[in-house]
């Protein structure tokens, strides 16, 4: 982990309520892989007192520069919208458990929903980079909230929206059961994105005996493994495992789902 101080290259709009910011990484620092994050001191003053977590939405090797994809939700995250390019953000990165690499005999799918999109099109990239073949499924209430973004047009690409305003009218595993001919395959599944999407992935990943990653989403107060407070209920006598240092990946199996 390092704690940097990273000039601001871009931040802009790139859908209905998401921005995409792009900073410097250091040279000399290994890019950080899909599914890690960092955590931003927004502020300088005691409002909002917690850093936030961010997962990565990319890497650039030429130009030296990480990005995260990000929802204006509340007080951080509106802040951030107003950073400039030129001006720095105070980071602490890489952290957390990252996605694994694909097993080779398995289809990797990747499914996105919401604030999950970030980390899931990182991936993406990062497997089309590989040479690797992947399908990307991309779940969301309505079609304006999805950013228009290069690896659509990288790897197979379906989408599926809640009021029906692009590709499937219902839910990514609505999409996912529509798709039998990828179903007669042997598929690997990475998923990031709301916990009753998460869940959803999972029962169909487990109805049909496959893997399945999920990256969970939690609250978090230190982020570095020392309160707690990121903590989800696993199966198995551990209980609880916190999101920040033994996830945000973890198998599917692992998790206690209510
Ligand atoms: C490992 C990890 C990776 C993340 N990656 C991304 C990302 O790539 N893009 C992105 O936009 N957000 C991501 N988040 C969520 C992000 O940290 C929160 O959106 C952010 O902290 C909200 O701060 P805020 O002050 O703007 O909103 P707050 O005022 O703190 O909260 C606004 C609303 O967002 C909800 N919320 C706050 N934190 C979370 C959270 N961690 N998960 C789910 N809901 C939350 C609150 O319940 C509240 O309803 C990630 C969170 C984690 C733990
Ligand atoms: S946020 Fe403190 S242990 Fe995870």
Avoid at 38 to 61: H, K, M, N, Q, W
Wanted: hydrophobic share 40%.
């Amino acid at each position: 982990m390092i704690h940097l101080t990273a000039k601001i290259r871009s931040n802009s709009p790139v859908s209905d309520g998401y921005f995409e910011m792009t900073f410097d990484w250091p040279c000399d620092v290994p890019p950080p892989l899909p599914g890690s994050f960092f955590t931003v001191r927004v502020s300088e003053y005691a409002i909002p007192l917690l850093r936030r977590p961010f997962a990565f939405s990319g890497f650039d090797r030429e130009q030296s520069t990480a990005s995260m994809l990000y929802e204006r939700r509340g007080t951080a995250t509106r802040q951030l919208t107003t950073r400039l390019p030129g001006e720095s953000i105070d980071i602490l990165a890489p952290l957390g458990v990252p996605f694994p690499s694909p097993r080779s005999e398995a289809l990797p799918v990747l499914i996105a929903g919401g604030i999950g999109m970030g980390p899931i099109f990182y991936l993406a990239a990062e497997l089309y980079g590989a040479g690797q073949e992947a399908v990307l499924f991309v779940g969301a209430r309505t079609n304006g909230i999805v950013p228009d973004r290069t690896e659509f047009g990288l790897v197979q690409t379906v989408f599926a929206t809640d009021d029906g305003s692009a590709g499937v009218h219902g839910t990514v595993t609505d999409a996912l059961v529509n798709r039998t001919d990828l179903l007669e395959r042997r598929l690997e599944y990475f998923a990031c994105g709301p916990l009753p999407m998460l869940r959803a992935v999972h029962q169909h990943a487990k109805a049909r005996n496959e893997m399945c990653w999920v990256s969970v989403e939690q609250t978090m107060g230190c982020a570095v493994g020392a309160c707690m407070g990121c903590a989800v209920r696993v199966r198995g006598p551990a209980e609880f495992a916190r999101v920040c240092t033994e996830g945000p990946v973890f198998d599917s199996e692992e998790i206690a789902w209510t």
